[in-house]
Each structure stands twice: as C-alpha cells, then as structure tokens.
C-alpha cells in the first residue's frame, strides 16, 4: 500500500465509531445520508446549484463498494438513519448501535417521574395489588408522599429476599431500581412527546368547531381525524406494552437484562416512529384556533403527510407493529 492510500484509509479505531469511508464518492461536495421521501436510504451531494439524491443500494452497484470496507459501513449508515435524520461521513455512530444505549439525552424530571412510578409500583406490590398510573401529575403527588416513601424504604430488604439476596444487600436493590429509572426516563421523555402528538388531535378538534359550516374543510378535518386514529393506537399500544411490563416490579428487578433490553427496544421504536412527527409538531406547536388562509393551508399539507405515512387499505392493519410484535412474543 502506498503513502497516500494510508492516508485516505480511515483507522480501524475510527471505522469502529464513527462513519469513515474510503471511497472517493463520499468526498463529493456535502454528502450526506437520509431517508428520501419514497422512503429509500440515499446519497444526497451537491452538483453544482442542484442536490443529487443516489440511492444506497444503487451506489452498491455502481461503485461495487460491497467488495470493499465501505460495504459494511453503508449497513451501518442504513441502520443509523433509524436513530438520527441525517447522517454526513465522520459523524460518530448513534450509540443505540454501537452499545445499546441511546444518542439523544433526557431531562432530569424524566427521571423523577420514571423514579416516581417505580415507587408507586413498590408501593402497590406491598398492597397486594400492582397497578399502574398514568397519569404523571397524579403520580407524583403519590410517590412525593412521605409515608409512601417511608414504606417503600423499609421494604427494600424484603424485596433483595425475594430477589434471592440477603436482606442486608439491599443496597443492591437501589442500584437496580437507580439502573432502571435511568432507562425508563427515555420511555418518559418519548411519552411526553406522545402528549404533543394527541394534543394535535385537540387542535384538530377544536377546528371542526369552527369549520363546521365548511364542508369542504370539516370534509379535510374529518379524514384527518381518521387517519390519525392508526398513529396513536400503534404508539399507545407500545406505551401500554412498556407499562404492563414495569407493572411487575419483583419480575422486573429479578430479569434486569432481558428486561432492559425490551425497554431500549420500546424506546427506539418510539423513537424511530415519532421522529416522523418532528416537522408536523413544529408547525402545529403555533396554531391559534381560527378561520384562516393560512390554517386552511396547514390542514392541508397535515392531511397529506398522514396520508403518505399513515393510509389505511384494509381495517385489520390497525393492528400495527406494536400488536404484532407482542403476538410474536407469545409463539
């Protein structure tokens, strides 16, 4: 190998953790990777004043980079638009593939309120009877509750017996519960987004009510209403999946692993699925409920965007990957 094809050659170290290729394709002018709107992962460079879109699978092809260790970092790329918009050779890797954890952070009461429903799920198992509480205001107010602190504190020593440890090891039993709000948080933080999302729906609603003498809107607002319905069972029902399986507080500290790795799977399919919404969220964050061009305008292009993601051709689709991924669980 020469001098200058060891320079171009990215370390291995380097290829490890971030997008590094070797190509001089990917040295085009601001090349950058996304997910294109017939959603196919693609090459966007620049071509003089024009952005040139290449699929990857096309660029495989022409440039035969399977053969070379390009290949392997483009399956990288393919599964990192999944955690991230835009990808641009030398971004790190998203951390979800590298080590399973997630590259976007969450806010410190993201984690309070995840503590706050693992103590009301300890405080209910020492009932008798586990349940779960949505709603957050409601569950802080509970889990702030001195003597529900108290009782919860005094029975971490019960709960490493029935892990299998000694009742003065129950300082393991904070770690585990620290360990689990930790990824429980992201849950949270992708919940409040879900609130964002269902609070479109309100606005939606609250424009029927003035439109109602429009038909020509309320026949947009109407179709918009129903092709909303999929989107928010489909999340709801990972929302509901992820709940059910903190409801079990000793099963959940018992199986840490195999748990967790249910919870950050949950979480990048919230993830992936909500990042769609990103744009959509943006505009309607702004919206004063009144008769306007200019609303009339924005329920267009929502009922479009629902639409290209979220058309339904038969009613059984509702089901959703969220509902077909727990009847996989069950065979």
């Known amino acids: 190998m020469s001098a200058d094809e060891t320079k171009k050659s990215p370390p291995s170290q380097e290829r490890s953790t971030h997008f590094a290729f070797e190509h001089a394709v990917f040295r085009a002018p601001n090349p950058r990777f996304l997910v294109a709107n017939n959603g196919e992962p693609s090459l966007v460079v620049e071509l003089a004043e024009l952005d040139a879109l290449v699929p990857i699978k096309s660029l495989r092809m022409e440039f035969q980079l399977d053969k070379t260790p390009d290949g392997p970092m483009l399956d990288q790329v393919v599964a990192g638009l999944k955690f991230v918009k835009t990808i641009r050779p030398g971004d790190s890797i998203p951390r979800e593939i590298l080590d399973g954890t997630a590259s976007w952070s969450v806010e410190d009461r993201h984690i309070e309120i995840a ?9 209910s198992w020492l009932t008798g009877s586990e349940t779960i509480i949505v709603d957050q205001e409601a569950l802080m107010q509970l889990a702030e509750d001195p003597a529900i602190k108290q009782r919860v504190n005094a029975a971490f020593s019960d709960i490493a017996v029935k892990l299998g440890l000694p009742p003065e090891r129950k300082q393991e039993v904070v770690d585990r ?12 933080a992708l919940r409040e987004r879900f609130g964002v999302i269902k609070a479109i729906g309100d606005t939606v609603a609250a424009f029927q009510k003035i439109y109602r003498r429009d038909r020509t809107v309320i026949e947009d607002l109407s179709r918009i209403t129903n092709l909303m319905k999929r989107p928010l069972v489909e999340l709801g029902g990972i929302f509901d999946q992820v709940d059910g399986m903190s409801g079990e507080i000793v099963s959940l500290l018992k199986n840490m692993v195999r748990q967790i790795e249910f919870i950050r799977e949950s979480r990048d399919e919230l993830h992936q699925r909500m990042m769609l919404w990103d744009d959509t969220i943006l505009k309607w964050s702004t919206v004063t409920v009144d008769r306007s061009p200019e609303n009339e305008q924005l329920m267009k292009e929502f009922y479009r965007f629902l639409a290209q993601n979220f058309i339904i051709e038969k009613p059984w689709e509702l089901r959703g990957a969220a509902f077909a991924r727990k009847d996989a669980d069950k065979t």
């Open 115 to 123: 503590k706050g429903r693992i103590t009301m799920q300890i405080s």
């Open 177 to 188: 519960i620290d360990e689990l709000a930790r990824e429980l948080s992201y849950i949270e």
